[in-house]
């Protein structure tokens, strides 16, 4: 299933902040594969080039997409190599499907970065989402 990439109207800025003459920018979509608004965090290296390389960071068990980009200090890295990095969020949040919440390692924030194929579970497709939807976006 093909997934056009939302206009840039349809992306809503949360923050910005300046780090090694880059910016760390944080944004929310609506995603078509999940069904949901997702989060995702960047950093944007200073000067980046028009083919600037990216490097995507998946968080694990319990984390969102600011853990790494807030705690690594990754920034100083991907500045002086002009490397863009890119974390999105571990897990569709908000759909309130029963039992989403109920374990730390399934379900919300769980960070499994696959397609589930039971059907309650329909909305975690994050492997098409990282895959495919996220780079568009």
């Known amino acids: 299933m093909a997934v056009a990439p939302p206009t840039a109207a349809a992306l809503e800025q949360l923050s910005s902040s300046k780090m090694f003459d880059g910016f760390n920018l944080r944004f929310r979509h609506q995603s078509a594969t ?4 997702m989060t995702f965090s960047i950093y ?10 990216v490097l995507y960071w998946l968080s694990g068990l319990t984390c969102t997409d600011e853990n790494f980009i807030i705690k690594s200090g990754a920034q100083r890295a991907a500045a002086a190599h002009g490397i863009a990095l890119v974390a999105p969020d571990t897990s569709p949040r908000g759909l309130n499907i029963e039992g989403e919440s109920d374990s730390y390692d399934f379900g ?3 960070g499994f970065y696959l397609n589930a194929t039971n059907e309650k579970w329909k ?3 994050m492997y098409d989402y990282i895959v495919k939807e996220l780079p568009k976006v």
């Open 34 to 37: 999940l069904g949901c608004a």
């Open 44 to 53: 944007l290296p200073p000067s980046p080039a028009s083919n600037l390389p």
């Open 108 to 110: 919300v924030g769980a």
């Open 123 to 125: 909305n975690w497709r």
